[in-house]
């Protein structure tokens, strides 16, 4: 158990529709880090956030949007879902804030989407 | 960007030594990880590598070459539970205006382990 949660486990939903994923990073991590899995493409860095603030952007899509909360947890909302974005997305988080020197990033156990 | 190649499945027997290897092409390398992850599961931190050279933990060990852009994590009396999917990862520095240091995962190789 990395100490990262994530809600709901498992999510299914119809194209075109919009869902909010869950996730609470470890005690003392300031860092929340989003992540996509496919089979085709492997695990993809989204985005990040610092203590509530955008640190990092990947290959996230315009439809996806995502923000850090005072209590630190962190959601990621999904919006005009196509089939394409049925994957496995992570959580994950760190104490830094990813700048400089070694840090571990925890995952946490996924949310499987799946879109029909 | 970035590029990331290793094996798509390896195969090894129960006890032996197993080689995974990994090589990329980066700008401002700042950083070699490697994770398992067994199906279905979160991935795991298995070892960082920043410095060339060697970098032993237990069973496993990871070694890098920057000049080269190859890193390669050996597996050394193999398990059964070490049936999984072991992820290269790269940090380096982002594209102009993206932010601060990111991971970037190869796509992984599939080591089964069989008796």
């Known amino acids: 158990d990395s100490g990262v949660t994530q809600t709901p486990k498992h999510l299914i939903t119809a194209t075109g529709q919009r869902v909010t994923l869950r996730c609470s990073p470890r005690s003392g991590d300031l860092s929340v880090y989003w992540y996509q899995q496919s089979l085709d493409q492997g695990l993809q860095f989204l985005i990040q956030y610092y203590n509530g603030e955008e640190r990092a952007k990947g290959n996230i899509l315009e439809r996806f949007s995502a923000q850090q909360f005072p209590d630190l947890h962190s959601e990621l909302n999904l919006s005009s879902l196509e089939l394409g974005d049925s994957a496995l997305y992570f959580c994950?988080?760190?104490?830094?804030?990813?700048?400089?020197?070694?840090?571990?990033?925890?995952f946490g156990p996924g949310t499987r989407l799946t879109v029909t | 960007g970035q590029n990331i190649d290793q094996p798509t499945e390896m195969t090894a027997t129960e006890g032996a030594i197993v080689q995974i290897n990994c090589t990329y092409q980066t700008s401002g390398f700042n950083g070699l990880f490697w994770y398992q992850q067994h199906a279905g599961e979160a991935p795991t931190f298995l070892s960082y590598?920043?410095?060339?050279g060697l970098e032993e933990k237990g069973r496993f060990s990871s070694f890098l070459s920057r000049s080269k852009g190859y890193s390669y994590l050996l597996l050394k009396e193999l398990q059964m539970k070490d049936s999984a999917s072991y992820l290269c990862a790269v940090r380096d520095q982002p594209r102009p205006g993206a932010g601060s240091y990111q991971l970037t995962f190869g796509k992984g190789t599939k080591l089964s382990v069989i008796p």
């Open positions: 590598n920043v410095l060339d």
């Open positions: 994950a988080s760190s104490e830094g804030d990813g700048l400089a020197g070694f840090y571990e990033q925890y």
